[in-house]
């Protein structure tokens, strides 16, 4: 019996094991989706989802018409489907968005979460001029919209270059809570030098919330006369999510002294960026490590030469013994070719005019000598000095602000500015000294009757403020005559004389500055020209050079009255003397006005 019932359970179980197999041969095997088809499918489930979530709002809004917020979170959700390139995207969401706007433009023009949606949407000159109507009457709004409206306008106005009032804008946004906005606000109130509202501000600000924001305001404390000031922001950030760039966190940690931290965190890093090379080479000047910062000179990099120029400076004038090394060699014979290129740039004019004299000449056109011992040898070497030697003097003096002066992106500090042009001065006026005593005291100075022509003077100095005034009133009516890198020099010289030395700066920029600039462009050059062509060009293209070289175009109308009524008065009393007198009276009007 026991083996009949074991067969019995033998056989049952292959039958149920063959009824098994036979089922799972007769069902068909799983087919896998294509690519395209698969992507067909998780397209039309994300439309249905986003159909069904516009659904979820329009309810909403059935149940609240009156809410404006519920109404711009609607067009905001719609937003975000409508980028194609970068984002996610609906086909139908780019219609939905612009009518969403639209109604919300229509149904709610005057609700201030309309308006600041509606902002939110422009840019450039169009963003600002919005922007400033709403910030006018945006006293009473909720204290979210205000602060993130105050955020919106500063950051159209950096992009249209108005730093001062973007500035404004962002310490109000960034004291009513906007974090956007702390970095651009801490710049403007050091700018200010509000210092202790700069670091209240950057202490009580609630975290970035990346590390874009969170790197500009370590750089904006790094601008803070308190030295700790960037680490203890940098420090803030020690449990985030995101990291800090080395570049950066090495410049607090050196901001702060420690050197040997940013050593350490820049001797992990291998990227070759811009920003990490000069972090490195000023943590290397900081170690007076001179070998190492000799190193990271490379002037054959065209791409960063006002950089690379600094750094040849700063080295070659700390440690003059490395201009031995390969780097600074290289670097040397680099410079000094620039020096010597930049010194025959006024042939490219001089040659062909010395050609079109000799062709007056042979024609029996008697050359006019405005001053007989001055040729077209001395206007050469005249241009040579007003082009070789600021760069060359701020190279020496002022090492730590060439890229500066020659990126033309900023303004070097006061105090340096100062002392460039102080330099500057005195060493082109003993440059020019040869030639000073070769044109002799009555052709520099002037005699009686070049006394007697004060008037003259007067009445030429009341045209260029006549032309002043006139540019004055152009730039009101159309919005130019903006912020040139000359005005922000002037500026800076001029708050530099508020804070410290007013009568120094005064007579370098009212007195040695002029008469330089007068025994170059109406000296040498006015004379050198006008012996092989007519005064009548020759005072032309002198007055377009002294405009030129002031690099001011909204005001180069002004500088060129200036240039060819100096080179009047210099033919009409065959002295230096008047013209120096209208530049000097002019340069002491404007500069004690910007002071």
């Known amino acids: 019996r026991r083996i009949r019932n074991a067969l019995a359970g033998i056989a049952q179980g292959g039958a149920i094991l063959a009824v098994a197999a036979h089922a799972h041969a007769a069902s068909p095997a799983p087919v896998a989706p294509t690519p395209e088809s698969g992507v067909v499918h998780v397209t039309q489930a994300k439309a249905a989802a986003y159909r069904d979530v516009l659904a979820q ?64 949407r422009l840019w450039g000159e169009d963003a600002v001029e919005q922007g400033e109507k709403l910030v006018a009457v945006s006293k009473d709004w909720p204290t979210p919209l205000r602060r993130a409206l105050l955020g919106k306008v500063s950051e ?69 006369p308190d030295p700790e000031a960037a680490l203890a922001e940098l420090r803030r950030y020690a449990g985030a999510q995101f990291e800090i760039a ?19 965190l820049l001797s992990a890093e291998d990227d070759k960026t811009e920003a990490l090379k000069q972090v490195r080479f000023d943590v290397a000047i900081a170690a007076n490590d001179m070998p190492a910062a000799a190193q990271l000179v490379d002037m054959t990099d065209t791409d960063q030469m006002a950089a690379n120029a600094q750094r040849f400076a700063i080295v070659a004038t700390r440690a003059p013994g490395t201009l031995m090394t390969r780097p600074m060699l290289m670097a040397s014979m680099i410079c000094l070719l620039a020096v010597g290129m930049i010194a025959l740039l006024p042939g490219l004019l001089l040659v062909p005019i010395h050609y ?137 010289l001029a708050v530099g ?40 060009w020759a005072n032309l293209l002198q007055a377009l050079l002294f405009a030129a070289i002031h690099d001011d175009l909204p005001r180069f109308p002004y500088y060129f009255t200036l240039g060819l009524l100096a080179g009047a008065l210099v033919k009409r009393t065959q002295a230096l003397g008047p013209a120096i007198a209208l530049h000097v009276l002019n340069n002491l009007l404007a500069f004690s006005l910007r002071m």
């Open 57 to 120: 709002f329009d309810a909403a809004i059935r149940a609240q018409p009156r809410d404006a917020a519920l109404a711009v979170a609607r067009c905001r959700f719609i937003e975000n489907f409508t980028d194609e390139d970068y984002g996610e995207y609906i086909e139908s969401a780019p219609d939905d968005f612009e009518a969403c706007a639209k109604a919300l433009e229509s149904k709610w023009p005057n609700e201030p979460v309309a308006q600041l949606f509606a902002l939110q």
């Open 156 to 224: 159209a106005l950096q992009g249209q270059d108005q730093p001062e009032r973007a500035g404004e804008l962002a310490v109000m946004a960034a004291f009513l809570g906007e974090p956007s906005s702390v970095a651009t606000a801490v710049t403007h109130l050091a700018k200010r030098k509000e210092f202790a509202a700069a670091t209240a501000l950057l202490r009580d600000a609630p975290l970035a919330d990346g590390a874009w924001p969170a790197r500009k305001r370590i750089e904006a404390a790094l601008a803070l």
């Open 246 to 264: 080395p570049a950066i966190a090495a410049r607090a940690y050196l901001r702060a002294g420690d050197v040997a931290t940013a050593r350490k």
């Open 356 to 492: 079109r004299g000799l062709i007056r000449e042979v024609s029996g056109k008697a050359p006019f000598a405005l001053f007989h011992s001055i040729g077209l040898r001395h206007a050469w070497y005249g241009l040579a000095l007003m082009l070789c030697v600021p760069p060359v003097v701020a190279a020496v003096v002022s090492p730590d602000t060439l890229a500066m002066l020659l990126g033309e992106e900023s303004v070097p500090p006061p105090q340096a500015l100062f002392r460039i042009t102080a330099w500057g001065a005195v060493i082109g006026l003993l440059c020019t000294l040869p030639i000073v005593l070769r044109m002799g005291r009555r052709e520099v100075i002037g005699d009686r009757a070049a006394l007697k022509a004060w008037w003259r003077v007067l009445l030429a100095w009341a045209i260029v403020l006549g032309v002043g005034w006139l540019l004055s009133l152009w730039h009101q009516a159309t919005g130019g005559g903006g912020e040139t890198m000359q005005i922000k020099m002037v500026d800076a």
């Open 497 to 536: 004389a508020r804070d410290a030395r007013p009568l120094v700066t005064v007579l370098v920029v009212a007195l040695l500055a002029p008469i330089f600039e007068e025994i170059i462009f109406r000296g040498v050059v006015l004379g050198g020209l006008s012996r092989y062509i007519s005064f009548g």
